[in-house]
Antibody, heavy 115, light 112 residues
């Protein structure tokens, strides 16, 4: 059973770059799409973007100018970078396998944007 | 404001049947399949329904989905206390900006 685990700083300062990594275990990162989704406290889900194991990406238009998703197949990891963060980027960030139809999620990690 | 529209709340008593609606447009529900997620407090979402009306293995048949035009619905029959959760619809949206995955705003289901 594939498992996903998010890792990265839980606190990021305004205007800085949020960086998270998702480590995939129990299966290969190859041949799948991998997504990042976030959920502000008490609010709904928002898709951030996805990457195919080959490196092709697709981002939410509302975040596209600030988002970069990359993959490292040698480490079975994929990563998220979100630049110029503000308090509005405070959320639980989930990594997941697939797009739209997702059966494997990470547990989520809370990232707070604050000085 | 979410691209897909859901009622913010719904409720029912144990054993009842409840439905949750999800309204979209021709660029999302009207031309793509709908998926539903259940999110229990403090946990990651769980896939409940995919491709409008398909249940993943392990999801009880009390849960069913349907789609008509630009709207979709999730029905829960024989309501149980453990069904108290947030429910989200999701679909692809094919707009001028490209293909985007969109969610509904979520519906909080309360079992009275």
């Amino acid at each position: 059973q594939v498992q996903l685990q998010e890792s990265g700083p839980g606190l990021v300062k305004p205007s800085e770059t949020l960086s998270l990594t998702c480590t995939v275990s129990g299966g290969s990162i190859s041949s799948y799409y991998w997504s990042w989704i976030r959920q502000p406290p008490g609010k709904g889900l928002e898709w951030i973007g996805y990457i195919y194991y080959s490196g092709s990406t697709n981002y939410n238009p509302s975040l596209k100018s600030r988002v970069t998703i990359s993959v490292d197949t040698s480490k079975n990891q994929f990563s998220l970078k979100l630049s110029s963060v503000t308090a509005a980027d405070t959320a639980v960030y989930y990594c997941a396998r697939g797009v739209v139809v997702i059966t494997n999620w990470g547990q989520g990690t809370l990232v707070t944007v604050s000085s | 404001q979410s691209v897909l529209t859901q009622p913010p709340s719904a409720s029912g008593t144990p054993g009842q049947r409840v439905t949750i609606s999800c309204s979209g447009s021709s660029s999302n529900i009207g031309s793509n399949t709908v998926n539903w997620y259940q999110q229990l407090p403090g946990t990651a979402p769980k896939l409940l329904i995919y491709s409008n009306n398909q249940r993943p293995s392990g999801v009880p048949d009390r849960f069913s989905g349907s789609k008509s035009g630009t709207s979709a619905s999730l029905a829960i029959s024989g309501l149980q206390s453990e069904d108290e959760a947030d429910y989200y619809c999701a679909a692809w949206d094919d707009s001028l900006n490209g293909r985007c995955w969109v969610f509904g705003g979520g519906t909080k289901l309360t079992v009275l």
